[in-house]
């Protein structure tokens, strides 16, 4: 929490005009506009949703990161000229350029109800694991309300430059983290080929009841409890496309730097982290249910505390 609002607290003293307050005047350089894309695409709530899709069906619950690299090339050579020619600064303003008032409206208060509703949704998966190793006993609704007010007062203070700077932290961060967790994973299960080995004809299959099909990014057999490829490519670009190229979150650091080839390199970083983190995250839910099924009281029907399995990696 310090070092995220550190950095926010700071940025306040750069809000001179809406247009730094907004995209730090246009001046952000491409590895900070990297780290922040990084942070706003795949953030703590994500990061938690993907440990415990690992523990329920596996490395198919990450299909959609899949998505994202194309996503990139439509926000990087489509979206970001078009934006950066209308010198807006939000989704909002330039569908009310092209299309009217009504519109305008419109965008915005769809972009406004995603942010609320998936911020809160997303804080209070995220504040239900960080519990594990404070308080179980505190409800994550609680915690996700108070670090939705806490954060959400200090950004309006210290505005883009500030938030830049916290989420360039948070990105570092999540690099790291991923591969710290990567490794513990691989390290308590022996590696690659041994989580295979267990998942495909190991005892733990029958006591967790994970299936081989959770080390296939397909999907296995397609059961009702998990995702396929034919799925996937049904409804997740359609999703994924909104979240890259729609999104106010990324449009509006997009819009932070005058340079394409800065947007450019920034995707390109976007791009290949969405290809990595299905093996940061993914693989220790994976490894979590083989190695505690009784903590995460999984059964062949599914386990009770998906939530729970980066608490017990990392512990």
């Not at 953030?43 to 990450?62: F, H, N, P, Q």
């Not at 519990?131 to 200090?154: C, E, M, N, Q, Y």
């Not at 296995?220 to 890259?244: H, K, Q």
């Not at 106010?248 to 970083?269: H, K």
Request: glycine letters at 12%; a neutral charge.
């Amino acid at each position: 929490l310090g070092a995220a609002l550190w950095p926010l607290w700071c940025g306040r003293r750069r809000g001179s005009s809406a247009a730094d307050w907004f995209v730090t005047s246009q001046s952000t350089p491409w590895l900070s506009l990297a780290m922040s894309l990084v942070a706003s695409v795949v953030g703590g709530a994500e990061i938690a949703a993907l440990v415990a899709g690992g523990t329920r069906v596996g490395l198919s619950s990450s299909l959609w990161l899949f998505a994202v690299p194309p996503a990139v090339l439509v926000l990087t050579y489509a979206v970001a000229p078009l934006l950066s020619k209308a010198r807006v600064f939000t989704v909002a303003e330039y569908f009310g350029q092209r299309f009217g008032l009504t519109a305008r409206v419109y965008v915005a208060l769809v972009v406004a109800l995603y942010q609320v509703l998936g911020r809160a949704v997303g804080l209070s998966l995220a504040a239900d694991v960080l519990l594990r190793w404070v308080d179980d006993s505190i409800p994550p609704k609680a915690v996700a309300g108070a670090l939705i007010s806490v954060f959400g007062t200090v950004v309006s203070l210290s505005g883009m430059p500030g938030l830049l700077r916290a989420q360039v932290v948070q990105g570092s961060v999540m690099l790291l983290g991923g591969i710290g967790c990567a490794v513990m994973a691989s390290d308590a299960m022996g590696g690659w080929s041994s989580l295979v080995e267990a998942v495909t004809h190991g005892s733990e299959a029958a006591k967790s009841g994970v299936r081989a099909s959770f080390v296939e990014l397909s999907g296995g057999e397609g059961r009702g409890d998990s995702f396929t490829v034919t799925s996937f490519l049904a409804g997740g670009p359609i999703i994924v496309i909104w979240l890259v190229c729609m999104n106010q979150q990324v449009v509006q650091r997009v819009v932070s730097t005058d340079s394409l080839g800065s947007v450019r390199a920034a995707g390109m970083v976007l791009g290949c982290f969405a290809l990595v983190a299905p093996f940061a995250w993914c693989m220790p839910g994976i490894v979590a249910r083989v190695l505690f099924p009784l903590e995460l009281a999984c059964t062949t029907a599914g386990c009770g505390d998906e939530n729970g399995g980066m608490y017990f990696i990392m512990t």
